[in-house]
């Protein structure tokens, strides 16, 4: 087994729309190290899912709703998440002035 340490996903998604921002290739495993999230705009809030398997939306999955994040603001999460393949990281923007950043481990 190899390990990769990167950063595996960044996006910004547009307002109120929940979208992917990673999902667990096939025929690995993955540890999400730390989870940034910055407010580049007025105060807002922001959600971020656990999908196992890729499950529709459920509010069980959420680890943070409605957040609520101060304008010109960074939020940092050091979490230790260990997820399947096929597991997804899903976001949200309040404003869509939100820029999301995961960081973590692929193990092959």
Same mark, same amino acid.
């Given at each position: 087994?190899?390990?990769?340490?990167?950063?595996?996903?960044?996006?910004?998604?547009?307002?109120?729309?929940?979208?992917?921002?990673?999902?667990?290739?096939?025929?690995?495993?993955?540890?999400?190290?730390?989870?940034? %999230?910055?407010?580049? $705009?007025?105060?807002? =809030?922001?959600?971020?899912?656990?999908? +196992?398997?890729?499950?529709?939306? *459920?509010?069980?999955?959420?680890?943070?709703?409605?957040?609520?994040?101060?304008?010109?603001?960074?939020? %940092?999460?050091?979490? $230790?998440?260990?997820? =399947?393949?096929?597991?997804?990281?899903? +976001?949200?923007?309040?404003?869509? *002035?939100?820029?999301?950043?995961?960081?973590?481990?692929?193990?092959?």
């Amino acid at each position: 087994m190899a390990d990769i340490i990167k950063v595996l996903a960044q996006n910004q998604p547009a307002i109120t729309s929940l979208v992917d921002l990673y999902t667990v290739p096939d025929g690995r495993t993955t540890v999400i190290s730390s989870v940034t %999230v910055c407010n580049l $705009g007025v105060n807002s =809030s922001w959600r971020l899912s656990i999908a +196992i398997s890729g499950a529709a939306d *459920n509010p069980k999955q959420y680890l943070y709703y409605d957040m609520p994040h101060a304008a010109n603001d960074t939020f %940092v999460a050091t979490i $230790g998440i260990t997820l =399947s393949a096929g597991d997804i990281v899903r +976001i949200y923007s309040g404003n869509g *002035n939100i820029s999301f950043n995961l960081f973590g481990v692929e193990e092959t």
